[in-house]
């Protein structure tokens, strides 16, 4: 009983400090690990490098898998690059393997663990910001090493009634045939899995393989086979975390699945031989280290064979599935708010689309076309109130002040370009006469700020677009866009003298007879009209651009 109480509590003292570790590293590294892999992850190999390096440092893959689903659905990652961030994942979430195989089951560190907890829950409790976050790590820490320390011992009281011929040979032992060994082999991966499934957690599976190695109780190929099953294990939180999600992290989930199957395949394909390998270093290596570095291997060995072949994986997963939601849906997908800074471009990037729309709707009319602007009004009016709802549930506010500012100016641009649809959808334009130069000139003015606009929004959207490159978080700023947004100013300012102008000589028109009153108003309204797109037009690219200054 004590051994079993030993055993269960060194488990439930590692993951309460690797719950509490994690939690510390992700508030520590605040958002500039998220904007790094939104920046960094430009091919999939790429993602696979920044990949494993943020899950190694912020321990936590599944943040990372969160991360990515909301930066594809974004538009910020293509699919592709969604995926060689996940495979990253999987190998750096081995790092903490390494940390039980070289420390935690050689040294007793319960003595030094004590005061690292208690100076670490300290500075959580008396500190903030960092602060509290690296002493929530800390107090982590020292979780995982005091519960490593009692899982040790746990495991010395088990090897005393449990030795490795008492579970299924495996093959690559001595004396095992190959019937036996397979057997033997696959029984052992359905224990891992097992075993991951009910800890939730396949680094604390793979701390109990490491220590009841180092206690005697399994054997080298034993516990190699059990790796082989607990990797799998991780699979199945993920595939329950897909259920009722969106359709991104329904196919993250899948293709995460598929990666563990394959990579079990070549591992289970590949046993005999690496049995044989991992017994050969064995006279000049401990068997810890072997074990752990077995688990890096079998999931670079899993990414290497699954990296090259990226886009062709992507397709088959889109394949099998579908989704039917529209690209609003698919950006303003909930799991995009637990990062600030994701949500926030989310939004940025959705506005540059519907000013990019809305400009070339204006643009057709006012160049004669039958589809007038109204009929973007409603669609939009809808479209902002869904994405005002979404901001609305933002989880937790912008880290640093340059986040905020994004912020803030991306707020200005949804308000402009909520009060563009609202002018859009007060009905079309009436057809100008031959002598009306002003009202002409008006247009002229406004099309010019909406072609401007245009090429603004097109290149704030343009290269999330295309497949093989997803645009990095960042204000897209190019010669051509500042040249776009300057004479957007300058026809939208000289549009707005105008209609001071066009106001009194169209007013002074009517006693001569040349017009009647309700026609004057009528154009004065129009040009009316046009100021005010032209100028929301205008300084929602502007805002979206970061150029908008502090007051409109």
């Not at 190694?56 to 060689?84: D, E, R």
């Not at 017994?279 to 090259?308: E, I, K």
Request: aromatic share 6%; net charge neutral.
């Amino acid at each position: 009983m004590s051994t079993a109480v030993a055993i269960l509590g060194g488990v439930g003292l590692f993951l309460l400090g690797m719950t509490v570790m994690t939690d510390g590293l992700k508030a520590l590294a605040g958002s500039a690990l998220r904007v790094a892999l939104g920046t960094a992850a430009a091919t999939p190999l790429s993602g696979a490098f920044w990949g494993a390096i943020v899950t190694l440092l912020v321990q936590s893959s599944s943040a990372v898998t969160m991360t990515t689903i909301g930066l594809v659905n974004a538009g910020l990652l293509t699919f592709p690059q969604g995926l060689g961030i996940v495979f990253g994942a999987n190998v750096g979430t081995t790092g903490t393997g390494w940390l039980v195989a070289l420390i935690g089951v050689r040294v007793s560190l319960s003595t030094y663990a004590l005061p690292m907890i208690f100076i670490g829950a300290l500075a959580k409790l008396l500190g903030g910001g960092r602060i509290a976050a690296a002493g929530s790590a800390l107090a982590g820490f020292a979780l995982v090493l005091y519960g490593l320390t009692t899982l040790q011992q746990g495991m010395g009281g088990l090897a005393e009634s449990l030795h490795p011929s008492d579970l299924p040979a495996v093959l690559g032992a001595p004396g095992v045939g190959w019937g036996a060994g397979f057997v033997g082999l696959m029984a052992l991966i359905v224990i891992g899995l097992a075993m991951t499934a009910v800890m939730q957690s396949s680094t604390a599976a793979i701390a109990v393989t490491i220590a009841a190695f180092y206690a005697g109780a399994v054997s080298l190929e034993q516990g190699a086979a059990l790796i082989i099953g607990q990797n799998i294990g991780t699979a199945t939180s993920s595939a329950l975390a897909a259920l009722g999600a969106s359709t991104t992290a329904k196919r993250l989930a899948l293709a995460y699945v598929l990666f563990k199957i394959i990579a079990a395949l070549i591992a289970i394909v590949a046993f005999p031989f690496t049995a044989a390998l991992m017994n050969g270093f064995s006279t000049s290596v401990d068997g810890m280290t072997l074990l752990a570095a077995y688990h890096t291997a079998y999931n670079v060995v899993g990414v290497a064979a699954l990296l090259p072949a990226t886009q062709w994986f992507a397709r088959i997963v889109e394949r099998l599935l579908p989704t039917k939601q529209t690209g609003l849906q698919r950006a303003l997908d909930p799991s995009v708010l637990a990062s600030p800074v994701i949500a926030v471009e989310t939004v940025r990037r959705v506005l540059a689309d519907m000013l990019a729309t809305s400009a070339a709707s204006v643009s057709a009319a006012l160049s004669g076309a039958k589809a007038g602007p109204a009929a973007q009004g409603t669609p939009a009016g809808v479209a902002l109130r869904e994405v005002r709802d979404f901001l609305s549930e933002l989880k937790e506010p912008p880290e640093t002040e340059a986040e905020r500012l994004r912020m803030t100016s991306t707020l200005h641009a949804l308000d402009h370009a909520s009060r563009l649809v609202d002018v859009l959808a007060e009905g079309e334009f009436p057809d100008l006469p031959a002598e009306a130069t002003l009202d002409r000139h008006a247009a002229v003015l406004c099309a010019r700020v909406m072609r401007a606009a245009q090429t603004v929004g097109h290149s704030i959207t343009a290269e999330s677009a295309l497949s093989a490159q997803a645009a990095p978080i960042g204000w897209s700023i190019s010669p051509e866009v500042i040249t776009a947004l300057s004479e957007a100013e300058e026809a939208a300012r000289e549009l707005n003298a105008l209609k001071r102008d066009h106001r009194a000589a169209t007013l002074a028109s009517v006693a001569p007879g040349k017009l009647v009153a309700t026609e004057a108003f009528t154009r004065i309204d129009t040009v009316r009209r046009l100021d005010r797109i032209a100028h929301h037009a205008w300084r929602s690219a502007a805002h979206l651009l970061g150029h908008g200054g502090p007051a409109d």
